[in-house]
């Protein structure tokens, strides 16, 4: 399969992913961390992990997730509050509430709220 390369702010360093990846969510889908209870909105995505080796470190050996899936950042909120997140793929489903994230960079990125899912800022896309 062919790699390509980009570089990775959060890692520091330049990161080998393949070219073509399939994602199961999309810019502006509201998910649901599959263990964890928080939700958010999906406001990037990494084709694969591009984070720095402390934050995976960090992660407990028996539920750290493989790397060489997608990782999505995410406006998150839960009941303490909003925070930005970081979710391989393998944990995130689909949010069955389908209401609005109450994240305060959420209108930053995104335009209005509608059929579960927001629309990226028209001077955002490409």
Do not use: C, K
Request: no cysteine; charged share 25%; net charge negative.
């Amino acid at each position: 399969m062919p790699r390509a390369q980009f570089f990775s702010p959060q890692a520091g360093r330049t990161i080998e992913a393949p070219q073509h990846v399939r994602t199961r969510f999309s810019l502006g889908e509201v998910v649901r961390h599959r263990v964890f209870d928080f939700r958010g909105v999906v406001f990037d995505i990494d084709p694969v992990f591009a984070n720095s080796e402390e934050w995976y470190a960090a992660i407990p050996e028996n539920i750290r997730p493989d790397r060489e899936q997608p990782f999505y950042h995410l406006f998150a909120e839960n009941e303490d509050g909003s925070y930005v997140a970081y979710v391989s793929q393998q944990n995130l489903v689909a949010d069955a509430l389908g209401g609005p994230v109450e994240h305060p960079e959420v209108a930053q990125m995104f335009e209005q709220f509608e059929n579960g899912r927001y629309r990226l800022r028209r001077g955002l896309t490409h």
